[in-house]
């Protein structure tokens, strides 16, 4: 617990890389501290945050129960409230995956200062009682340096959706897009796949987020 927002922690706190990551809809789960760990010991102090701190774990490991206790999270109260985390606790750089890689295009929209990866985030946006604003009415000339990786095999996403995001990346220098052949959501997880494709997109992916994330002294470790 940091400053009233939950969170992990992970590695030194006196490494000057840190290091926030915002987890899928199913929180912050043993893929993600790996993931933290393996920021950490390549020199971050990691915070792996816990959006659903407060309103407990699930009642059963489902898509229904991930989604039914995502709906009762206020996005932009919570977003309002990291904003302000990443000040406080100097964060260099942001990873977010599903509803996370969402809030990642929310800061990059808000002109944060850090480094910003989206993971399978959903441009099209997400209801909420408490919304977003929708990442396709922004994300064309945005003028803040963010990164977005997904798989085309991705099913919460339309061809159409990434039609649209490929036309925005041909127009706005400052938005990287990086699709992955045959992937699906979720697939940094496939870094130990048996499929030899599969297991290279997540190796891939995963190049990307420690040349974005790490810097100084941290990127050196690699």
């Known amino acids: 617990m940091n400053d009233g927002l939950p969170s992990l922690a992970f590695g030194d706190q006196g490494d000057r890389t840190r290091i926030a990551i915002l987890p899928d809809i199913y929180g912050p789960g043993p893929f993600y501290q790996q993931l933290a760990t393996h920021m950490a010991e390549r020199g971050a ?22 989604f039914a206790r995502r709906h009762r999270v206020r996005d932009r109260t919570y977003v309002d409230a990291f904003e302000h985390f990443i000040g406080e606790q100097r964060i260099t750089g942001v990873a977010g995956f599903c509803l996370g890689g969402l809030y990642v295009f929310e800061l990059a929209r808000r002109g944060i200062p850090v480094s910003l990866v989206s993971l399978y985030g959903f441009p099209q946006g997400l209801a909420n009682d408490d919304p977003l604003p929708v990442p396709f009415d922004y994300l064309e000339g945005l003028p803040h340096r963010h990164v977005a990786l ?5 099913q919460s996403q339309s ?17 990287g897009l990086h ?22 997109n997540a190796r ?7 040349d974005m994330l790490l810097v100084g002294e941290a990127k050196e470790r690699v």
């Not at 891939?204 to 420690?210: P, T």
């Open 159 to 175: 061809p159409e959706n990434f039609l649209r995001l490929t036309q925005i990346a041909e127009r706005t220098p400052d938005f």
């Open 45 to 66: 102090f990691v915070h792996l945050m816990d959006p659903f701190h407060d309103l407990g774990p699930l009642p059963e490991v489902t898509r229904e129960a991930a």
């Open 204 to 210: 891939a992916a995963l190049e990307i987020l420690e």
């Open 150 to 154: 997904f798989g085309d095999q991705d």
């Open 179 to 200: 699709l992955f052949p045959g992937s699906g959501h979720g697939f940094l997880a496939d870094i130990g796949s048996d499929d030899p494709s599969l297991a290279q």
